[in-house]
């Protein structure tokens, strides 16, 4: 593909940034089309989930996804002794949120993924080194279709908020100068040692 956008300029008046910027976009559409497709393959619901485990796989295959993401992923001590039950469209929340850390967090991102306990809950506070969110984007944020250009179309974080809501869980936006993400999802029971 590489060397076809290489000729392409030689024999046609095209901008070959744009090409492959059209390109791009296209990948990454028939990649979250398939993780869309996966997801709804899985069983509606995951009993007895490590959600360390959980966010640290797809932490992974964003790296892998993503060319210059780099994912921190922090646990407390106690976070692996608890388990929850998982939806099956949880995965969707963080690769979405993952993925507009590498839209907006300039060329080499940064995603730190913090996860404690706060009373019957795992909190999951997800940072990005990126140049922070406008207060006018900030209040449509999580709101459908308000195009906030944090992701395409409005969507993506719209949809995060009622996926966790389906869960007993939460997302909202720290009020801060960086992006950080606080997610509190209800854990089901701890595991006896």
Partial sequence: MQNAMELAPLFL???????SAILEQSHWLGIRMSNLLNAFTMPLETPDINIVDHIRGIAEESERTHKNLRMEINSEKDVEKKVF??????????TNIFRNATQYAGSNPLVTVDISLYKQNFEIRITNNGPGISPEKREMLFIRDSNSGIDERGMGLY???VILGSQGGSIELFDGPETQFIIR????YEIEE
């Avoid at 008046?13 to 090409?19: K, M, R, S």
């Avoid at 039950?85 to 963080?94: I, S, Y």
């Fill in 159 to 161: 949809l995060s908020r």
């Fill in 85 to 94: 039950t998982a939806n099956r469209l949880l995965p969707l929340v963080w």
């Fill in 13 to 19: 008046e095209v901008d070959l940034g744009e090409v």
């Fill in 185 to 188: 999802i209800p854990f089901t």
